[in-house]
């Protein structure tokens, strides 16, 4: 069997952070090259010409635009690169590649999604990756908020091995250019056009957001449409613990902490968290935390400038009611 193995770097939305992208390049380029492989970087956007410069100087094989809108939602996205990806020019050797996103909570979701469209193994976020042979790519991460390691053992063409990370490659420059391609929708279009139509977040985003409501392990899931409400009252946000986003009762967009998200509002209500360093890693140290939780010893009243030992059940919906009565003249 052929022990090279292509790696392909994925930027589904181009110009967010230019040195992140340039250092996930090179580290395909140096992943390829360990195993005589060969490297790609697959771009959607317009903002082609800065990409292509990055990628001649991180010294890739090859270079390839996909000319799809702007600001398009990950499911969009994702069927715009597998159907990039499954195209003929692409295609060949696929079974067998590593494919990088850089580490982030919209690409990671993009990245596990992606790996399922294709039939391959989604690695989740990724430290690093050590070929031991031939036929098999450990990928090595962290788990239990780095408290262990983790080595996951990848087949070779057993599908495309898709990762997140926060890339530290150099730049291998190459004699000759780099080769660019434009990958051609139109005879793929079927494959995702009927999913382009933008569709608006019903809720708002934490980027930005002035307050937070969090919710976590100790809230249940039922508290999250009451987390909603009064976020939707307030002008704020909800966001969601790890094991809370873990539990499903909350998409993994609004998780909060060392692996996810990172917010720095005025106010951060966290109802149900107990405050471990993880998430406590996900909040400006600025922000002020007020805490409502059934658990007097719970870390996050060490930290709180306002705590409620209590239920949320008897101290949200007094809070929205408060919310609802018109202050007296």
Known sequence: MSDTRPVYALIPACGTDSNAESALMAQARQLAAQRDGISHVIVAGVCIDNVLA????????????????????THQLVDAFAAALEASALAEGLRNALVLVLAGTD???FAGALAARLSGTPLGRCTGFTFVSPTI???HRSAYGNRLNVTCAVAANAGPA??????????????????IHNVDLID????????????????????????????GRGSGEAAFPALYDLAEKLGGAVGASLPAV???????????????NYVRPNIYLAIGI??????????????????????????I?????????GEWQSVLPALIQALDTPAAA
């Open 137 to 139: 790519l450990h990928a």
């Open 301 to 309: 009243f060490n930290v709180a400038q306002l705590g409620v030992v």
């Open 188 to 215: 793929i279009r079927d494959a995702y056009a009927t999913t382009l139509t933008p569709h608006a977040e019903r809720h708002a985003q934490l980027e930005g957001a002035n307050i937070v409501i969090a919710g």
């Open 54 to 73: 990055q990628a001649h100087a991180a010294g890739l094989d090859h270079a390839w635009h996909i000319a799809v809108s702007a600001n398009l939602q």
């Open 162 to 179: 898709v990762a997140a990370v926060r890339p530290q490659g150099s730049p291998m420059p190459r004699d000759r250019q780099t080769e």
């Open 107 to 109: 690409n990671e979701a």
């Open 274 to 299: 107990s405050g471990t360093p993880q998430h406590l890693a996900g909040i400006d140290p600025h922000t002020h935390i007020v805490a409502i939780n059934n658990d007097a010893d719970a870390n």
């Open 246 to 260: 873990d539990a499903g009762w909350a998409p993994v967009n609004r998780q909060i902490g060392i692996s996810g």
